[in-house]
């Protein structure tokens, strides 16, 4: 956790430095979509920072009341960050509109094309940073920061190919225009951020191909009779898994433990990205008759 928290502080401290500089070119120039770039970077130093408290407070042990743990802290900070990032992209698609009406033109094109290169490079580098740091620490946060500069590295794209339209057509509406599908794009990913984090407060179980994974690890396990109740759900980098393995009545507890045993240690090799708490229930017999 101590490494994301120093990678989530280095991209705070990169996207703040870019949100600056985009918001002064962006009220000299004018530009309905350089503005709405600087105001999507400043969300993405506010979530940052939120996302690092979040992680900070993962890391605390679980206690009396709280006995999972904060892993859920993932998901409520991915929901509400989902949220005001939709809120930001209806805010552009509202000033790309009014520019439209208003027919305001772009001015200081050339700084313009300037900031949004310099932003281009450091956002992809960002994203490369991120993606790196995520191989090494399975996290939704980091899931979440990655699609977010993800949006950011094509919108930028974006952006610079409109400026330069405006600069070499004259066709200065076309910035509002940009500007507009700009704002539909980030509330487009402003919601699938807000799902995924949604879907973890909500218990989300395993995925379909983990799942298919586990039952056949049961599944060819001659030793037990039948299993069922098999149940799962995700909470930050943990996945709590339950089932009832059902053994012949004959069987010692000693020798049914040990298979027990067998078959979490085969579940937690599935997969490295997570931490595993397994809770297995032996029955003699079928009890889900």
């Known amino acids: 956790m101590l490494a994301i928290k120093h990678t989530i502080l280095i991209v705070s401290f990169t996207a703040f430095l870019?949100?600056?500089l985009k918001l002064i070119v962006g009220v000299i120039s004018g530009s309905v979509v350089v503005l709405a770039s600087a105001l999507d970077?400043?969300?993405?130093?506010?979530?940052?920072?939120?996302?690092?408290?979040?992680?900070?407070?993962?890391?605390?042990?679980?206690?009396?009341?709280?006995?999972?743990?904060?892993?859920?802290?993932?998901?409520?900070?991915?929901f509400f960050?989902?949220?005001?990032?939709?809120?930001?992209g209806i805010?552009?698609?509202?000033?790309?509109?009014?520019?439209?009406?208003?027919?305001?033109?772009?001015?200081?094109?050339?700084?313009?094309?300037?900031?949004?290169?310099?932003?281009?490079?450091?956002?992809?580098?960002i994203v490369f940073y991120l993606k790196i740091a995520l191989r090494k620490n399975h996290n939704l946060i980091l899931q979440s920061e990655i699609l977010h500069y993800k949006t950011d590295l094509l919108s930028n794209l974006a952006i610079i190919i409109s400026l330069i339209?405006?600069?070499?057509?004259?066709?200065?509406?076309?910035?509002?225009?940009?500007?507009?599908?700009?704002?539909?794009?980030i509330c487009f990913n402003a919601f699938k951020i807000a799902k995924n984090g949604f879907f973890m407060l909500l218990d989300r179980a395993i995925d379909d191909n983990l799942f298919k994974s586990i039952v056949d690890?049961?599944?060819?396990n001659t030793e037990i009779t039948s299993y069922h109740d098999l149940k799962s759900r995700i909470s930050?980098?943990?996945?709590?898994?339950?089932?009832?393995?059902?053994?012949?009545?004959?069987?010692?507890?000693?020798?049914?433990?040990?298979?027990?045993n067998t078959i979490e240690n085969d579940i937690?090799?599935?997969?490295?990205?997570?931490?595993?708490?397994?809770?297995?229930?032996?029955?003699?017999?079928?009890?889900s008759i």
């Open 18 to 20: 870019l949100a600056l």
């Open 41 to 78: 970077s400043l969300f993405d130093v506010l979530f940052s920072l939120l996302n690092f408290f979040a992680i900070k407070k993962i890391e605390s042990p679980s206690n009396r009341y709280f006995n999972y743990g904060f892993g859920k802290l993932e998901g409520f900070a991915s």
């Open 81 to 88: 960050e989902g949220l005001f990032i939709f809120a930001s």
């Open 91 to 125: 805010y552009i698609i509202y000033q790309s509109v009014l520019k439209f009406i208003n027919n305001e033109g772009v001015s200081s094109i050339n700084q313009s094309l300037f900031v949004m290169i310099v932003s281009i490079i450091l956002t992809a580098l």
């Open 165 to 185: 339209i405006v600069k070499f057509s004259g066709f200065e509406l076309f910035d509002s225009i940009v500007g507009g599908l700009l704002g539909i794009y």
């Open 217 to 220: 690890i049961l599944d060819k």
């Open 236 to 260: 930050g980098n943990t996945i709590f898994l339950s089932y009832h393995l059902v053994f012949d009545n004959s069987i010692s507890l000693l020798d049914a433990h040990t298979i027990s």
């Open 268 to 287: 937690e090799k599935l997969t490295n990205e997570y931490k595993w708490i397994i809770l297995s229930h032996l029955d003699p017999y079928d009890d």
